[in-house]
């Protein structure tokens, strides 16, 4: 099903994965509009597109979607939303007010401005974060959506995506202004790699600091399945299409989907050393010290931080559910999304390692630049 002549809203376009789907967008569908939403919108972003926008309109949109009448004037006119913005925070270096504001509250008003403004559908981009782990730790090994857990979340982040999930899932089959039904889906992607990943930026400088030898923070039996970005653009792409399909759309619609592809289960430490072994960088063979010693550490940097809050708000670099989180073997399978939405990864592990180390190499001069000049 094409989305020829569509008007769509990408939020969040101009970040790690929006930039990612915004291209594919312009290359593979013949769309009447295409409207940039974020705070700030680079205009060199624009410019880059200009290669495969062929007559597609790129139109921009600068504002809070904490902000109801921005959310409908961004909404007016469009059919489809992609909602990928949202703050990301393992840290709690961010407001829980804030988060919350952005999170659920901004996912809210764009929901009731589709209803609003009659866009019949609306793609949530989760995270395998609304599932755990939890603080236990217990493992999941290639899950699904119909597996059970018992989970609490203790990160604000995971919380508010989650709550963000299930007011998205509830709203499909609203009745929109002109009497249409709204119809949504969220998906779920593991830990997302690839060109412009903050996080392996981090993980990087991290190991430059530390004389090229990177972190160890999980342990190598804690295997996760990290996802390429390319491969995360690709989903929300088909799971478009399965909505505007007739055939497909309430099948699809109400329901989440997790979003892997192909890449080896790894921990997080050891894909980082897969990734930059090739630029020279080792890695710790241990953990700084056993993880029962490090959670009593977390908690008592816990502990003190929150008790120096009202005078000054420190961040931890690591907390307890953080590292649980790094220590927890966490997979799933994408076997439901293949078959309902149409979902195969379309970049192969050893393309998503080649296009992500030849980023990396690229980044590395400056990397060691920016902390040579602090």
């Not at 997790?258 to 241990?286: C, R, W």
Request: net charge positive; aromatic share 8%.
């Amino acid at each position: 099903m094409s989305l020829t002549g569509d008007v769509c809203v990408v939020t969040g376009a101009c970040g790690f994965l929006g930039k990612r789907l915004v291209r594919l967008l312009l290359e593979e569908e013949k769309m009447a509009e295409i409207r940039l939403l974020d705070k700030h919108v680079q205009p060199e972003f624009v410019s880059t597109l200009q290669d495969c926008r062929g007559d597609t309109k790129l139109t921009v949109f600068e504002g809070d979607l904490r902000d109801g009448g921005f959310a409908r004037k961004a909404c007016r006119g469009a059919s489809l939303v992609f909602h990928i913005a949202s703050i990301i925070d393992i840290k709690e270096s961010v407001e829980y007010s804030e988060m919350y504001g952005v999170n659920v509250k901004g996912t809210q008003l764009l929901l009731e401005a589709c209803i609003q403004e009659n866009v019949v559908s609306f793609i949530y981009t989760s995270t395998v974060e609304v599932m755990g782990p939890n603080p236990r730790g217990e493992p999941i090994i290639n899950g699904s959506e119909d597996t059970a857990y018992e989970s609490t979340l203790k990160f604000n982040y995971s919380r508010t995506k989650k709550e963000a999930e299930q007011r998205t899932l509830q709203a499909h089959g609203e009745v929109l202004q002109n009497g249409g039904r709204l119809a949504t889906c969220a998906l779920r992607p593991m830990y997302i790699y690839g060109e412009g990943c903050r996080f392996m930026l981090g993980h990087m400088g991290d190991g430059i600091r530390n004389s090229n030898v990177l972190l160890r923070m999980s342990l190598p039996q804690a295997r996760v399945n990290p996802v390429y970005v390319g491969n995360v653009a690709v989903a929300h792409l088909q799971a478009a299409r399965s909505l505007k399909d007739p055939q497909k759309r309430n099948a699809v619609g109400g329901n989440f989907y997790f979003i892997a592809d192909d890449t080896p289960p790894v921990s997080y430490s050891d894909f980082n050393h897969v990734m930059m072994a090739p630029l020279g960088f080792s890695i710790q063979e241990k953990l700084p010290m056993p993880i029962p010693f490090l959670y009593v550490v977390c908690f008592f940097l816990e502990m003190l931080t929150t008790m120096l809050r009202p005078l000054i708000r420190i961040v931890p670099p690591l907390n307890r559910q953080l590292l649980t989180m790094l220590n927890t073997p966490f997979s799933f399978s994408y076997q439901r999304a293949k078959r309902d939405l149409g979902y195969e990864p379309r970049h192969t592990w050893e393309e998503s390692r080649k296009r992500t180390m030849e980023w990396l190499a690229a980044e590395l001069p400056k990397e060691r630049e920016r902390i040579r000049a602090k």
